[in-house]
């Protein structure tokens, strides 16, 4: 047993039953969820008419700090999207309660004859809080930002998970197609960026709940703290290219055609050209994509999380189609080859 977590656990619970305007019974509380940071998620029940449960957020400092959540929380329930409502916050302790979106992801639910109704009303509130969501303040998804996420994929995936190392050319090579795609993405007027928009940051809200908020048929979204501004290009890679969840590339071309078509409409500084635009999609994509190879094997090496290590076929499976489709990328499926043991074969689109 973790002492620390335990007598933090038992904190939050004293802490949760001074909460008098809410009724919560400290005796009720059970996991609810835990994510890949320090923060642990727990439901506890409430004598409160409009919020017959409760999510408690444990975020221990001073690795986690609830500011960022509150704040980039209110901007998002001000641009008209369903994030949970702050009830109480302890901000020097870490200690939230927040109202409760339920447990049922889109992953849990999605399917092939639900997804286009789920993942349009996820593009619709993207675009909300693209046009509508204040960004005064954010941090920015500059070049030094996009660059070190990138740099995980050499450190963590190559060299610690793939126990490779790089050849000074290959070195090289990484750092032309990092610069590459950060002048691609930097390109992009900013918007607000969730940076984790996926099926398993979107609930399925009960449509009770969701109507006593004002937020019928919209997402709950989860997992926003982390928000900057960037390009409009970076979310919609999220959700349409998850890491737990696949979809043909036909049906991925189709909605975010659909998704361009509405973002233009509304004012979202995207390319007027869809073909252009769907490119910068795709090289966003690739950026993302070897963070998570990155993040995915530190969080296995570094956090003793295995579970990520199942879903990294399906994030190299992305970076695959991507690089192997347009010539600039050729270094780095040498590399991607050299890692796998695979003989090259020479094809591009682009």
Not at 22 to 28: C, F, S
Not at 137 to 156: I, K
Not at 216 to 227: K, N, R, T, V
Request: hydrophobic fraction near 40%; include cysteine.
């Amino acid at each position: 047993m973790n002492t620390n977590n335990d007598l933090r656990r038992q904190a939050l619970a004293e802490w949760a039953g001074q909460q008098q305007t809410w009724a919560l019974q400290p005796d009720t509380i059970a996991p609810a969820s835990a994510d890949a940071s320090f923060r642990r998620y727990f439901r506890v029940s409430s004598g409160h008419a409009d919020h017959p449960s409760v999510i408690l957020m444990d975020a221990p400092p001073p690795q986690e700090d609830v500011r960022p959540f509150i704040d980039i929380a209110q901007r998002l329930w001000d641009a008209g999207v369903h994030v949970p409502q702050i009830l109480a916050a302890d901000v020097e302790r870490g200690f939230l309660a927040l109202s409760d979106l339920g447990n049922t992801t889109y992953l849990g639910v999605l399917k092939p004859d639900n997804a286009r109704q789920l993942y349009e009303a996820a593009w619709v509130d993207m675009v909300r809080f693209q046009t509508a969501a204040r960004v005064d303040g954010l941090p920015a998804y500059d070049r030094t930002r996009l660059v070190n996420e990138m740099e995980l994929f050499p450190q963590w995936y190559c060299e610690r998970h793939k126990a490779t190392t790089l050849s000074t050319e290959e070195r090289n090579d990484l750092t032309k197609v990092f610069d590459l795609l950060a002048t691609d993405a930097l390109a992009q007027p900013p918007v607000l960026v969730h940076r984790d928009y996926h099926s398993r940051n979107l609930m399925a809200v009960d449509p009770e709940v969701a109507d006593r908020f004002g937020r019928l048929g919209q997402p709950g979204i989860l997992d926003f703290q982390d928000a900057v501004t960037g390009p409009a290009t970076y979310d919609l890679v999220s959700l349409f290219k998850d890491a737990y969840i696949e979809w043909d590339r036909e049906q991925i071309l189709d909605w975010t055609i659909r998704y361009w078509e509405l973002a233009k409409r509304a004012g979202v500084p995207v390319s007027q050209d869809p073909a252009e635009f769907f490119r910068q999609f795709e090289w966003m994509g690739l950026q993302r994509h070897l963070k998570v190879l990155g993040i995915f094997a530190r969080l296995y090496h570094r956090d003793g999380k295995s579970g990520y290590l199942k879903d990294l076929p399906l994030v190299m499976s992305y970076t695959r189609q991507v690089a192997g489709a347009f010539r600039a990328f050729a270094p780095l499926v040498r590399l991607l080859d050299r890692l796998e043991d695979i003989e090259v074969k020479v094809g591009y689109t682009f």
